[in-house]
C-alpha cells in the first residue's frame, strides 16, 4: 500500500479550472485533498463532489488545496473533457480538475492505477509533507474527512530542507 | 395555456427503455406521469430523476404511466442518445425515455416547445381521458404530486365510446 | 380489522389548540388524517409530526381535516399535558391535539386500543363518509399519504341522509 | 470572552450514565466535548444530539470525551431529571450527561450562565490542557466539528506534571 509513502506526482492530460498545470511538489506544505470522480457516476454527484465543495469551502486555500481528478475507467467514449467541461458548468465546480491521463494498456487511466484505486468517488488526502495519509473508496463521513484534515493541518509545516528530505529518503525536484 | 385541454403527442426522435415507441394516445385510461429532463441538469439528477422513480414505485404501472422526456434545450452536443444510455445504465432509470424531437428553429426541442416547458426538471401529469392537468417547472413536493395522481386515479375511467372519440379525432379500437 | 368499517368515535380527555371539542362525526364530508403520537417518540418527532404538518399544509381546511392524538402507553408520569403543551409550543404544532383517555385497565388509552394501533406514531385516514380507509404504523411515504388523500378527496361527498346510512348499516349517533 | 481560557469546572445537580460524578480536571489530557441541551428544543433533538453521537462514535473514548449538559433555562417543571430519564432512554443517549445546576437567582442554571451560553444547542470543545477552544450556538457543521477536534487531538499531550499543576489554579505556561 502506499499510506505513509510519498504521494506519485499526478499524470494529467489536461487541466480546467486553473490557469497553469498543478503539481503535488508545487502544494508541498498544504494538506491536499484529492477527490476522483466520475462525472456520470452517481456516487460521486451525491456525495463524492458536494464533500468536495464543502472541503473546499472548510478550510482555507492557504492551507488545504482541492483537486478534483476526473479518473474515467468505463465509458470513455461519453465522458469526454469536453463533456466534462458542461458538466462543471453545471455543477458549479469551481476548484481545479485534473483529467487523468488514459492509458495504453486499459480502460483504467493513470493516476487512478497507480494510486490503485478501487473506484469512484475516492478521496486521498497527502500531508503537508507530500505523503499519502488516507485512501478511502466510497461514502466518508464529514466528521471523520474534518477530523483527518484537522490533524493533518496540526502537522508542524516541515521546512524546506527537511521536506527535500525525508525518512524516504531525497526528494529532489519535488 | 394546456392545462385542461388534450394534451398533445409527443415528438419523440428515439425511444429507449421499450420495445416498440409509446404514444399518449395508446395510454388513454391510464394516468400519464411525464417527466422532462436533461441528464447534466442538476436538479434532475438530484430531485426530478428520484421523483420519477418514486411514482413508478408508488403506483401500479396498470394505472400510472412513467415516461421520461429527454428535452435537451443546451449543450446538445455533449448530451447525446449514446451519452443518455450511459446516464440510464448509471442511474438505473427503468422506465420508458423518450428523446424529444430536435427542432431545425432552434435550440428547444419540439415536445418542449408543445408544452410550453420553462425548464428542465418539469413534471406533467396527463389524466386518463388524455387531457393535460399539472404542468410544473422545479421541485414539486411528493405530497403533492402524491395528491395529484391520487385523484386523477380517481376519476372514473371514461367509457370506449368516449374514449374513442376526443377533440383529436376517433382512435379506433382504443 | 376495523378498515372499510366506520371510524370509532375518539375518546378523549382534553383538547389543545381548539376553542372546543371536535368529533370524528362532526366532520363528516371531509377527509380526516389522524395521526397518533407521543410526545418523547422519536419517531413521531423525526417523521410523524413532521408529516402531519406537510399534510396540513398540503390540504385545505375546508377538505382535509389533521388531528393530532396524544395516545400515551408508556411514561405516563413524564408526557403529561402539561409537558405535551410545552412540547407542542416548542416545535410549533397548530393543528388540533386530542390528549387519548387513559385507560384504568391498563397503560393503553382508549382510542388507541379501540384502533389496535400497533404503536407511535399511527396515522389514520378516514374518509367524508366517516369509513376508516387506511391505518399505518411507522413510517409511510409522503407520495403514498398523499395519492391516498388525492383519492379519498376525490370520492364525491354524500348527502347527510346517505351519510348516516351506508352500506355498512346506519351509523347512528354519529 | 472565555475562549482560551481556563474552561470552568461545571456545576451539576445529577450525573446520569456515568458510576460516578466527571470533573473537567479529571478529564485533563482528553480532548472535551460538552453539548448543552434542553429535551424538548427542537434544534438540539434535530441536530444537536445527533452530532454529539456522531462525535462519539467518530473518536475513541480514549481521546475524546463527549459529556451532555441539559441546561434547562424555560419550561423547569417539565424537563425534569425524570423527564430527561425517559428521553435518554428513548432517544438511547449513552454518553454520561450533567444536569446543570439551577440557580437561585433566575432561570438559567449555573454552568450555563458561566459559560455565557446564548441557547440551546452549544457545543463547547477544550483542549487536552483544559481551554475552551471552541463555543458555538446553534447549528455546526459536521466536517468543522470534525477539524476542529482534530486539531485539538494533535496538540501534544501535556506533560504529567503541568496537567497535574493545572486544576484552574497554574494555568500559566500552557
Chains 1, 2, 3, 4 share one sequence.
Not at 53 to 69: M, N, P, Q, T, Y
Not at 82 to 107: K, Q, T
Not at 146 to 154: E, H, P, S
Request: with cysteine; hydrophobic share 45%.
Amino acid at each position: 500500500m502506499l499510506i505513509n509513502h510519498p504521494a506519485p506526482e499526478l499524470q494529467v492530460s489536461a487541466w480546467l479550472n486553473t490557469s497553469q498545470p498543478l503539481s503535488l511538489s508545487a502544494l508541498r506544505r498544504k494538506v491536499v485533498a484529492l477527490y476522483a470522480f466520475q462525472m456520470l457516476c452517481p456516487g460521486c454527484v451525491s456525495h463524492g463532489i458536494p464533500q468536495a465543495k464543502l472541503i473546499r469551502e472548510s478550510f482555507s486555500a492557504d492551507e488545504v488545496a482541492v483537486i478534483g481528478l476526473h479518473s474515467v475507467f468505463e465509458h470513455h467514449d461519453v465522458m469526454t473533457q469536453r463533456a466534462l467541461e458542461v458538466f462543471m458548468h453545471e455543477y458549479r465546480i469551481n476548484f481545479p480538475v485534473a483529467v487523468d491521463m488514459p492509458s495504453s494498456n486499459g480502460p483504467v487511466p493513470l493516476t487512478m492505477e497507480q494510486y490503485q484505486l478501487r473506484g469512484t468517488p475516492s478521496l486521498l488526502l497527502i500531508d503537508r509533507a507530500g505523503k499519502l495519509r488516507f485512501s478511502h473508496f466510497g461514502r466518508a463521513g464529514d466528521m471523520q474527512v474534518g477530523a483527518l484534515i484537522g490533524q493533518l493541518l496540526a502537522d508542524p509545516v516541515a521546512s524546506p530542507d527537511n521536506a527535500a528530505c525525508s525518512e524516504e529518503g531525497c526528494a529532489i525536484g519535488r
